[in-house]
């Protein structure tokens, strides 16, 4: 798989964002271990990624809300025991890329290695942001809905460390909090 010029641009930007980061933090990381989809065998990616979240644990998974409550590319009706796997993308995630990433139908991945939920559950602590009116159902789903696979994040609220940073928009519909 080629990556397009932009995907190109985006990975440096993640690694760019990961390295400022780090230099605020007194602590710093033993490793930041990135998924490379520019690979020709997903197999093999998953396999080494695989190794590595078997050989660390994770101390803080930091996660978006997608618009339709997926976390990672683990779209509605993903099961809750995924492992790390090539997710396909709803027309929503695809359309949340070409908004917020400035790409063409075409540029926009239909398919994505993702960390299953099981994995990102498995974390210490997990960090999730979203903002703005479009993400304001899927946080009422996430936070006040019942726990199910059509919502894939829903499956925070059995994980006992969870922080949610969100804007006054995307928390707009909430009740309860």
Wanted: hydrophobic share 35%.
């Amino acid at each position: 798989m080629n990556l397009s010029p932009h995907a190109k641009a985006h990975s440096a930007y993640t690694v760019t964002c990961i390295k400022n980061s780090m230099t605020k933090s007194k602590k710093q990381p033993r490793e930041i271990g990135l998924l490379d989809g520019s690979l020709s065998s997903f197999d093999e990616e998953i396999a080494r990624y695989n190794k590595i979240l078997s050989d660390n644990k994770r101390d803080l998974q930091i996660l978006g809300l997608g618009v339709n409550a997926h976390l990672g590319a683990n779209e509605p009706g993903t099961p809750f025991d995924t492992r790390l796997f090539l997710a396909d993308s709803d027309d929503s995630t695809i359309n949340s890329t070409m908004l917020y990433y400035k790409v063409t139908r075409e540029e926009a991945p239909e398919q994505m290695l993702t960390l299953g939920l099981a994995d990102m559950m498995e974390a210490e602590q997990i960090l999730v942001t979203a903002s703005g009116t479009r993400k304001a159902e899927a946080v009422k789903a996430t936070l006040e809905g019942p726990i199910t696979e059509d919502c894939p994040a829903s499956i925070l609220q059995k994980h006992p460390n969870v922080v949610f940073i969100i804007d006054e928009a995307a928390g707009s519909l909430l009740t309860k909090y």
